[in-house]
């Protein structure tokens, strides 16, 4: 069925709901909510439905469907379960060209109701024509967490400009550009950081020194540890809005599979040891694209502000005028803690957890050695592989126990993670055994040892000799229950 699309203007105008139940009463709040004239016929109504009659927000028309009730409707929606009825609501309405909705049957309808993306005053409407609604639906969930809520109000604060950009720009490709840089820019970006005055400021002042010319930005996003599914929407957005992304070695393919296919992608990747490119040369290339008018997508492993230097670059842009957006990420500790089944705190094991760092002589002379070795808290060390010998020694030296379980988790959250279990005193021996590599985050504390038994993602922990925490409530055995479903579904599929 091939459908024209028409966006409906029912302010003042009147429409008849038929059938008073649950159903009916979705339609009436959505007829409502673009100011329709609505009555309803039904012998009853919902709760809902009845408040809105005593209200006066619509009309009730009580009893059977009687075809007088179509008299002056422009629309008409049956939504009752009576199949045979809504045939017969369809068949008058069609008699007297009114055009009707019928709740779940495609074939009787005259007109249909789109899924709605709803960023008023702009609305974005899908149809399948009825043929797979399903699919309408799985694609408006799509466009619902690209879009930013703030488009409703970048589209009405574009309005009221619109009739002096036209005077001030009479050529349409200016005019294009200069769109181009409202909806992509700094006035967006105000927007989507709930700051509409300066958001009016900016787009005047772009409006007054507009000979077109659009403004470049920077937007630090956090990538995560590596699964696509740990990003955020925010993260999305902007990876689908980006000219350029400059991105660490870190950041997952699939995840930059996600971004915008005519992005530029340039990988500015630093590994301990062989620096590639410098700060200073990252700096640079920053600025370089922004000053070009590009959207930049500043693309970190994790989250920016955690051992990612996004302070410094923020500082720099901030230094160089450069209009600036946070997009946090899930940073490693916590990825790798949640996918190797380690909480890192624990009523019974660990009240605090610190993140550190342990990659060069500098950061263990600054450590505070007696603080880290103390119990119950968790010590979560980034770029530590090529250090964990100090690290285990110190340790040791300042008190902690050399039973302290760890867990070593390498490439946390990706296909290929691996996590090593043990004690402190086993660690250096353990990690060389397996000859585990760069990205690996170390995991320090009694909370490491639940490895053992909460691991739920990929292969299970290597080297766990450790024994088990007390447990507070009796063994559960996930992996059993898991097979023991999964044999169930099969003997279910089976039959
Ligand atoms: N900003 C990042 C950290 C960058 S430092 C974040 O918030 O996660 C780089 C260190 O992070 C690596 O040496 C490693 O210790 C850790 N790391 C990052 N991704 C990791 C992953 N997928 N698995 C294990 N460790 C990871």
């Not at 016929?41 to 408040?51: D, E, G, H, I, S």
């Not at 930005?217 to 955020?232: E, F, I, K, N, Q």
């Not at 760890?406 to 055994?433: D, H, I």
């Amino acid at each position: 069925m091939k459908l024209y699309p028409l966006f409906a203007d029912l302010s003042q105008r009147a429409v008849l709901v038929v059938g008073g139940g649950a159903v009916a009463e979705r339609k009436v709040a959505a007829l409502l909510g673009a100011g329709a004239q609505v009555t309803v016929n039904a012998p009853a109504l919902t709760v809902q439905l009845q408040r809105w009659v005593a209200q006066g927000r619509i009309a009730y028309r009580p009893g059977a469907f009687c075809e007088d009730a179509l008299e002056r409707a422009w629309l008409v929606v049956a939504a009752t379960s009576d199949h045979v009825l809504n045939r017969e609501v369809a068949t008058l309405a069609d008699h007297r060209q009114i055009f009707v909705n019928v709740v779940d049957d495609a074939a009787l309808c005259s007109f249909h109701v789109p899924a709605v993306i709803d960023r008023a005053p702009l609305t974005i409407a899908i149809s399948s024509g009825g043929e797979a609604p399903m699919l309408a639906r799985l694609l408006r969930e799509r466009l619902e967490t690209l879009l930013d809520h703030s488009l409703g109000a970048l589209a009405t604060l574009t309005a009221g400009l619109r009739l002096r950009i036209r005077a001030r720009l009479p050529q349409m490709a200016a005019r294009r550009r200069f769109y181009e840089s409202l909806f992509g820019g700094p006035v967006a970006m105000l927007l989507r950081q709930g700051r509409p005055d300066e958001a009016h400021a900016a787009a005047e002042h772009a409006l007054a020194s507009a000979a077109g010319a659009a403004t470049g930005s920077v937007v630090l996003v956090g990538a995560g540890p590596g699964d696509p599914g740990l990003l955020t929407l925010r993260a999305l957005r902007a990876l689908n809005e980006a000219d350029v992304i400059l991105h660490d070695r870190l950041v997952s393919a699939e995840v930059l599979e996600l971004a915008r296919r005519d992005a530029e992608r340039i990988e500015v990747g630093k590994q301990a040891g062989h620096h590639r490119i410098t700060q200073d040369g990252i700096h640079a290339l920053l600025l370089e694209h922004a000053r070009a008018g590009r959207r930049v997508v500043r693309l970190k492993g994790g989250d920016p502000f955690v051992f990612g230097r996004g302070g410094e670059e923020l500082e720099f842009l901030r230094a160089h005028g450069i209009p600036y957006e946070v997009v946090p990420g899930i940073t490693a500790a916590l990825a790798c803690a949640a996918y190797a089944g380690v909480p890192l705190t624990h009523r019974d094991h660990a009240q605090s957890v610190r993140f550190i760092t342990a990659h060069c002589q500098a950061s263990h002379d600054t450590l505070d050695w007696a603080a880290l070795a103390q119990e119950r808290q968790t010590l979560a060390v980034y770029m530590g592989v090529a250090e964990l010998g100090l690290l285990q020694q110190k340790l040791i030296a300042h008190g902690r126990a050399p039973t302290t379980p760890f867990a070593l988790v390498e490439n946390g959250s990706r296909p290929q993670q691996r996590v090593v279990c043990g004690t402190l005193a086993q660690l250096t021996q353990r990690a060389a055994t397996h000859a585990v590599q760069s990205p690996a985050l170390l995991i320090v504390g009694e909370v490491a040892a639940l490895a053992t038994s909460l691991a739920w993602f990929g292969a299970p922990p290597l080297g766990a000799s450790v024994h088990p925490l007390p447990r507070a409530r009796p063994e559960r055995k996930p992996r059993a229950a898991a097979r023991a479903a999964d044999e169930l579904l099969g003997a279910i599929h089976r039959a």
